[in-house]
């Protein structure tokens, strides 16, 4: 079985920066990818980032793309989402993701998943 424990987040004003981290423990599938995805309150959830076993290949949702970034450190068997010029709209639950296989911006392709944290950016 595999876990993932989240850490980081809370409350920052707009245009500050978070990073989010995601600890996996047990018997996680060699090279797994690393997804976060994020659900604000009355809307769907979304894709924001995903990394893959490696480190060498990277995808961030369009809404993100040059304010966050995602690595890994696989010695430690932790992902990070750094969060920069945070945005009122980045206001959600991150919920972080791992599956074995190719990457996917879809959340039900994933196993395993995070327990979820809260950022909320404020004016």
């Known amino acids: 079985q595999v876990q993932l424990v989240q850490s980081g987040g809370g409350l920052v004003q707009a245009g500050g920066s978070l990073r989010l981290s995601c600890a996996a423990s047990?018997?996680?599938?060699?090279?797994?990818?690393l997804a976060w995805f994020r659900q604000a309150p009355g809307k769907e959830r979304e894709f924001v980032a995903y990394?893959?076993?490696?480190?060498?290949?990277?995808l961030l949702a369009n809404s993100v793309d040059g304010r966050f970034t995602t690595s890994r450190d696989n010695d430690k068997n932790t992902g990070y989402l750094q969060m920069n010029s945070l945005k009122i709209e980045d206001t959600a639950v991150y919920h972080c993701?791992?599956?074995?296989?190719?990457?996917?911006?879809?959340?039900?392709?994933?196993?395993?998943r995070g327990q979820g944290t809260q950022v909320t950016v404020s004016a």
């Open positions: 047990g018997r996680a599938p060699a090279n797994y990818v």
């Open positions: 990394i893959d076993g490696s480190g060498g290949r990277t």
């Open positions: 993701a791992a599956r074995a296989g190719m990457p996917s911006q879809t959340w039900w392709a994933y196993n395993y």
